[in-house]
């Protein structure tokens, strides 16, 4: 159960800082309006950062706030399926709830932007070109890497981490990501992150609101579980650390 809460409050605050910067670089009368994609993808790592410490102090030892991350960890042995099946459900609830506070915090700028698809991109991904097999194929690369060098950076060649260093340096992974693979698709990675808040778009009354692209959202939820799925298996036969 302390799991399930931490991984549930984790991935509130996960996306409160994180759909926050979308928030503040793109709705209207923001004072940090175009503040551009460098100030996202640093306030993505940063809002992962503070999440998986928010996590575990609340008794999730994981810290995953990502189904893709669960499911990958599931092949490692670390869930069963039925783990698997319960924490993704407390992550996307979790999802849920950060969006409705990003919603609230943000109250008198979504009447104050005109552009639908802005306000939908403070809660979840779209593609800059809309290519579903090319969208997925990144989403599929960039948790790939995720998940791979999370195997890599806690292996045990790599030694040890001091504690509360893991959260840190995953962090740095997530800017990196970004910086790298976040422009075709805006880099999900994360089924929660994705479809969380893209439910909280759909009940919450915005003001102004378009639709919640519900054709597009099967892409940054499937493509994420495959990328993580063949990350194990790579990384079982090249680094030999399970």
Request: hydrophobic letters at 50%; a neutral charge; one cysteine or more.
């Amino acid at each position: 159960m302390d799991n399930l809460l931490g991984e549930f409050i984790g991935t509130a605050v996960l996306i409160v800082f994180g759909a926050g910067v979308c928030a503040t670089c793109s709705l209207g009368k923001s004072k940090g309006l175009g503040g551009g994609w460098i100030c996202i993808v640093f306030g993505w790592g940063f809002a992962v950062t503070l999440g998986v410490y928010t996590a575990t102090a609340l008794g999730a030892p994981q810290g995953d706030l990502n189904p893709a991350v669960t499911f990958g960890k599931m092949f490692a042995g670390v869930y069963t399926f039925p783990q698997f099946v319960a924490t993704s459900l407390a992550q996307i609830a979790g999802g849920i709830l950060g969006g409705i506070i990003t919603w609230l915090a943000y109250l008198p700028h979504w009447g104050a932007t005109e552009d639908k698809g802005a306000k939908l991109g403070v809660f979840c991904t779209a593609p800059a070109i809309r290519n579903y097999p090319a969208n997925f194929l990144c989403e599929f690369i960039a948790t790939f890497f995720l998940l791979f060098c999370i195997w890599a950076m806690f292996a045990k060649a790599n030694g040890p981490f001091m504690p509360g260093y893991g959260p840190y340096i995953v962090g740095i992974l997530i800017v990196a990501l970004g910086l790298s693979l976040g422009g075709p698709t805006g880099y999900a990675m994360n089924p929660a992150r994705d479809l969380g808040p893209r439910i909280a778009h759909a009940i919450c009354p915005i003001a102004g609101k378009g639709g919640s692209d519900w054709s597009y959202a099967w892409v940054p939820v499937v493509a994420p579980l495959a990328g993580a799925a063949a990350s194990y298996f790579v990384a079982h036969s090249l680094l030999g650390m399970f």
